[in-house]
């Protein structure tokens, strides 16, 4: 049997992602899809609009056949992190034989050439990104220029403009990353790139195949209760009839960034005086420039376009604010990130037919499944434990301000389809 491993957020599941699955079992003959899915965080520093299980369960309804969560550190981390993370996972479980993915420049060979620039950094990229970075510009931005002078000397099919829109394109920059971690942590998966259709990455426009994020804009444009009773209409023909029809039934609020404003406020307060720089991805002048401002938060987004700057973007800011808030720190991250991702696999949702592939994980599998929680004491190391403890401590915190009746994760049962 072939097994393919897709790593996803489905926030909310769209005719995209549908296709994205059917394509891949068609071309590459697959029997299998396992997916890794983000749980009730994702990774542009936000909660999912709807919560892991309903997403997971219709995951399983439209394709896939075992849905396992991405424990938070990886799910609300940089695209690095985030690819790392999952790719620990998938690489863990031993049964993966195809990575696929959706981008916008699908030529793997193309992005294969960018992830071995980064990840071993030639004189040219290395010494263009440190100049880059000691004149004051972000990261990202540094990373590209660094990128465009080295492939510029050393590719023979360099257009400069089409490398251009490849370094700005989401999609395309995490499966660069994805391929950086695949190629560190297992040759025996291949990976397999499906040209990106529908509308931008950040389109609020829907069509036939939205992105998500117009989706998302449709969904919080209303009052929860009433956008789901109109969700059949709404959403008709950009989402499948299932992913509709977990919209209209799901119990929980749709949830935003904003929903986090008090508690934000609250935590930021608190530890005003010690700075915040302990928390992930919060530099020292980020930092100063949060406690300078913690006194005019009117909101969650609102305090992210406060800080943001011509090099520091609304994402990067509202990541590090949900660090903070969750506390998701650069030493627990070091940890995890020294034990090579620290990695196990637990299951959110299962097709029934498919339930040999758990026991094919426990024959080639590397990393413990868990299936019920009870066993997470006896079943995972202490720095598994402890990732999943974190996880599972933001995903109470979400249950809570979400009021999608989940009171303990520990008394759910399995969703099996």
Same mark, same amino acid.
């Given at each position: 049997?072939?097994?393919?491993?897709?790593?996803?957020?489905?926030?909310?599941?769209?005719?995209?992602?549908?296709?994205?699955?059917?394509?891949?079992?068609?071309?590459?003959?697959?029997?299998?899809?396992?997916?890794?899915?983000?749980g009730d965080y994702v990774q542009r520093g936000a909660p999912a609009i709807i919560d892991k299980f309903t997403r997971a369960k219709c995951a399983v309804n439209l394709g896939a056949d075992l849905v396992i969560e991405l424990p938070v550190y990886y799910s609300l981390g940089s695209a690095e992190y985030?690819?790392?993370?999952?790719?620990?996972?998938?690489?863990?479980?031993?049964?993966?034989?195809?990575?696929?993915?959706?981008?916008?420049?699908?030529?793997?060979?193309?992005?294969?050439?960018?992830?071995?620039?980064?990840? %071993?950094? !030639?004189?040219?990229?290395?010494? +263009?990104?440190?100049?880059?970075?000691?004149?004051?510009? *972000?990261?990202?931005?540094? @990373?590209?220029?660094?990128?465009?002078?080295?492939?510029?000397?050393?590719?023979?099919?360099?257009?400069?403009?089409?490398?251009?829109?490849?370094?700005?394109?989401?999609?395309?920059?995490?499966?660069?990353?994805?391929?950086?971690?695949?190629?560190?942590?297992?040759?025996?998966?291949?990976?397999?790139?499906?040209?990106?259709?529908?509308?931008?990455?950040?389109?609020?426009?829907?069509?036939?195949?939205?992105?998500?994020?117009?989706?998302?804009?449709?969904?919080?444009?209303?009052?929860?209760?009433?956008?789901?009773? %109109?969700? !059949?209409?709404?959403?008709?023909? +950009?989402?499948?009839?299932?992913?509709?029809?977990?919209? *209209?039934?799901?119990?929980? @609020?749709?949830?935003?960034?904003?929903?986090?404003?008090?508690?934000?406020?609250?935590?930021?307060?608190?530890?005003?005086?010690?700075?915040?720089?302990?928390?992930?991805?919060?530099?020292?002048?980020?930092?100063?420039?949060?406690?300078?401002?913690?006194?005019?938060?009117?909101?969650?987004?609102?305090?992210?376009?406060l800080l943001k700057t011509k090099n520091l973007v609304h994402t990067r800011i509202s990541r590090c604010l949900m660090h903070i808030l969750l506390n998701i720190t650069e030493e627990n991250m070091k940890e995890y990130k020294e034990d090579d991702f620290t990695a196990y696999a637990r299951v959110l949702?299962?097709?029934?037919?498919?339930?040999?592939?758990?026991?094919?994980?426990?024959?080639?599998?590397?990393?413990?499944?868990?299936?019920?929680?009870?066993?997470?004491?006896?079943?995972?190391?202490?720095?598994?434990?402890?990732?999943?403890?974190?996880?599972?401590?933001?995903?109470?915190?979400?249950?809570?301000?979400?009021?999608?009746?989940?009171?303990?994760?520990?008394?759910?049962?399995?969703?099996?389809?």
């Amino acid at each position: 049997m072939k097994t393919i491993g897709i790593i996803a957020e489905f926030n909310p599941f769209h005719n995209g992602h549908k296709y994205l699955i059917d394509k891949c079992k068609k071309d590459l003959h697959a029997d299998r899809v396992v997916v890794v899915m983000s749980g009730d965080y994702v990774q542009r520093g936000a909660p999912a609009i709807i919560d892991k299980f309903t997403r997971a369960k219709c995951a399983v309804n439209l394709g896939a056949d075992l849905v396992i969560e991405l424990p938070v550190y990886y799910s609300l981390g940089s695209a690095e992190y985030f690819a790392k993370g999952a790719i620990s996972i998938l690489s863990g479980l031993g049964c993966i034989d195809y990575l696929c993915f959706g981008s916008e420049f699908p030529d793997v060979n193309k992005l294969y050439e960018i992830s071995d620039i980064i990840s %071993n950094e !030639p004189p040219v990229y290395k010494d +263009v990104l440190s100049t880059c970075l000691k004149d004051g510009l *972000s990261f990202p931005a540094a @990373r590209a220029k660094a990128l465009n002078e080295q492939l510029k000397s050393t590719s023979k099919g360099y257009d400069q403009a089409e490398y251009e829109d490849m370094l700005s394109s989401p999609n395309t920059i995490l499966g660069i990353e994805y391929l950086r971690a695949l190629n560190k942590k297992n040759r025996f998966i291949t990976p397999y790139a499906v040209q990106r259709v529908g509308r931008p990455f950040h389109s609020e426009e829907l069509g036939s195949i939205p992105s998500a994020a117009g989706i998302r804009a449709r969904l919080l444009s209303g009052l929860n209760d009433r956008v789901k009773l %109109n969700a !059949p209409f709404i959403l008709d023909g +950009v989402m499948p009839r299932t992913a509709i029809e977990s919209i *209209s039934c799901y119990e929980g @609020r749709f949830m935003q960034s904003n929903d986090y404003s008090a508690l934000l406020e609250y935590k930021l307060i608190l530890e005003k005086t010690e700075g915040y720089t302990r928390y992930l991805d919060v530099t020292r002048d980020i930092s100063n420039r949060i406690v300078s401002n913690v006194d005019h938060i009117d909101g969650y987004s609102s305090f992210c376009n406060l800080l943001k700057t011509k090099n520091l973007v609304h994402t990067r800011i509202s990541r590090c604010l949900m660090h903070i808030l969750l506390n998701i720190t650069e030493e627990n991250m070091k940890e995890y990130k020294e034990d090579d991702f620290t990695a196990y696999a637990r299951v959110l949702a299962l097709k029934s037919a498919s339930s040999d592939l758990l026991k094919v994980i426990a024959e080639n599998g590397s990393i413990p499944v868990l299936n019920r929680l009870k066993d997470a004491d006896k079943m995972l190391s202490p720095l598994q434990k402890r990732l999943f403890d974190e996880t599972l401590t933001a995903s109470q915190i979400y249950n809570a301000l979400s009021c999608n009746g989940i009171s303990s994760e520990y008394s759910l049962k399995q969703i099996v389809l």
